[in-house]
Every structure is written in C-alpha cells, then in structure tokens.
C-alpha cells in the first residue's frame, strides 16, 4: 500500500508563499502522474497541478502562481505557491498513479491519495 505524507500547509495573508511537499517513502512514481487536487468546504475536489515525466499541467485558476516540480532521488513532490489569494483556501492532497488510461492528468481517478494539509489565505 502506497502512503502519501503531505505537509507544508499553513496560514498565510494573500500575497504570501507556500511551498507544500508530499513524502512517498518506498514509491518510485517516475513512470505515473502525480498531482495536487484542492477542496474547500462546500465544494468539489478539484485538480491543482500534475506532473509526468517533467511534464506539467496546471488549473486555469493557478497558472503562473504555481509551480508543481519533483525530486525523484528522494521520492517527493512539491507544489510551490506564490501571489496567495483568498480563493486559494481549501485542504490540499497530493495523489500518485492513475487508476485509468487518461489523455491528462488532471482527473481525479487517481489510486493513492494523501491525508491533506489545510492551506488558509487570509485577505
């Protein structure tokens, strides 16, 4: 069973910095999608940010505040954040390999998922 360790979340006034790490001790996840999805209270989890094989995606809503990278030596993933908004308040998790074929990996079918940090953007 694969376990995916978040961390990183905290409190911020908007226009602040958040760098969020995701730990897969024991999971080499070169080969699969690996993203960051969001969930604020009241509505739907959403995708963040993905990466494959270098590759990036990002949500309309982060793009050029977020940055998705990896660290495949050490098994971790990162989601840098920067220019915080308000909006950007929800629990974040991270997620490893695909549960199906997809053309993107920004779905939400993905096997193994994080506990989730809060990330709180205060205006």
């Known amino acids: 069973q694969v376990q995916l360790v978040e961390s990183g979340g905290g409190s911020v006034q908007a226009g602040g910095s958040l760098r969020l790490s995701c730990a897969a001790p024991?999971?080499?996840?070169?080969?699969?999608?690996m993203g960051w999805f969001r969930q604020a209270p009241g509505k739907e989890r959403e995708a963040v940010a993905a990466?494959?094989?270098?590759?990036?995606y990002y949500a309309d809503s982060v793009k050029g505040r977020f940055t998705i990278s990896q660290d495949n030596a050490k098994n971790m993933l990162y989601l840098q954040m920067n220019s915080l908004k308000p909006e950007d308040t929800a629990m974040y998790y991270c997620a490893a390999e695909l549960s199906y074929p997809s053309p993107s990996c920004l779905v939400l079918g993905y096997k193994y998922w994080g506990q989730g940090t809060q990330v709180t953007v205060s205006s």
């Open positions: 990466i494959l094989t270098g590759r990036t």
């Open positions: 024991g999971y080499s996840y070169s080969r699969y999608c």
